[in-house]
């Protein structure tokens, strides 16, 4: 596939006019060794914040697998370590974490669900997030359908007094017919 190149889009190649060593990831990294990287996230995470912070994540359903993506990508843009030791750490970044969560008496989620399409979104989780995000827009959608059900019964009502209403007449029509002299030629 063959993406196309925009009026605004940086041009190929600019990356290399830029000055060398601007990024955290163009310098030597901080921890070269995998084992080395290890100790250091384990290190960070093991104790304050930062593992309260996975903990709720954990528990909030976040994945073991999209924290580890995160926590490999964020330490390579640093500069802490390069792509080839993001991708060896990993595992065992992702063993620490399930651990850390069973000593807290939980089983975090360990894969993102991939038996969903993309773009699938559920009723529920639609306006789960719509009423946190956006409660205006959330009101008034729930007023509108409040709306559209009261016209809904009213129509209901309408149709039913209708139909009783052409019963009535034609029970009506009915009648007239066995009073009237057409009745009695029939007989």
Same mark, same amino acid.
């Given at each position: 596939?063959?993406?196309?190149?925009?009026?605004?889009?940086?041009?190929? *190649?600019?990356?290399?006019?830029?000055?060398? *060593?601007?990024?955290?990831?163009?310098?030597?990294?901080? +921890?070269?060794?995998? !084992?080395?990287?290890?100790?250091?996230?384990?290190?960070?995470?093991? !104790?304050?914040?930062?593992?309260?912070? %996975?903990?709720? %994540?954990?528990?909030?359903?976040? #994945?073991?697998?999209?924290?580890?993506?995160?926590? &490999?990508?964020?330490? $390579?843009?640093?500069?802490?370590?390069?792509?080839?030791?993001?991708?060896?750490?990993?595992?065992?970044? *992702?063993? $620490?974490?399930?651990? %850390?969560?069973?000593?807290?008496? +939980?089983?975090?989620?360990?894969?993102?669900? #991939? !038996?969903?399409?993309?773009?699938?979104?559920? !009723?529920?989780? $639609?306006?789960?997030?719509?009423?946190?995000?956006?409660?205006?827009?959330?009101?008034?959608?729930?007023?509108?359908?409040?709306? %559209?059900?009261?016209?809904?019964?009213?129509?209901?009502?309408?149709?039913?007094?209708?139909?009783?209403?052409?019963?009535?007449?034609?029970?009506?029509?009915?009648?007239?017919?066995?009073? &009237? $002299?057409?009745?009695?030629?029939?007989?």
């Amino acid at each position: 596939m063959q993406e196309v190149i925009s009026a605004l889009a940086v041009p190929p *190649g600019n990356s290399l006019t830029d000055e060398p *060593g601007r990024w955290p990831w163009e310098s030597p990294p901080q +921890f070269p060794d995998p !084992d080395d990287a290890i100790d250091y996230i384990v290190e960070n995470i093991g !104790d304050g914040p930062a593992r309260e912070d %996975m903990l709720k %994540m954990m528990l909030a359903g976040i #994945t073991v697998e999209e924290l580890v993506t995160q926590i &490999s990508f964020k330490g $390579f843009a640093a500069g802490a370590f390069t792509p080839d030791v993001a991708e060896l750490i990993k595992p065992a970044i *992702g063993i $620490f974490l399930v651990s %850390m969560a069973q000593e807290e008496g +939980f089983e975090p989620t360990m894969f993102v669900d #991939t !038996d969903k399409q993309e773009g699938e979104m559920s !009723d529920e989780t $639609f306006f789960e997030i719509l009423k946190e995000r956006n409660p205006e827009m959330f009101e008034g959608m729930v007023e509108e359908l409040n709306r %559209m059900q009261r016209q809904g019964v009213e129509k209901q009502r309408e149709e039913v007094t209708q139909v009783a209403t052409e019963a009535q007449d034609a029970q009506e029509k009915q009648k007239r017919i066995q009073n &009237s $002299f057409l009745a009695a030629r029939e007989e």
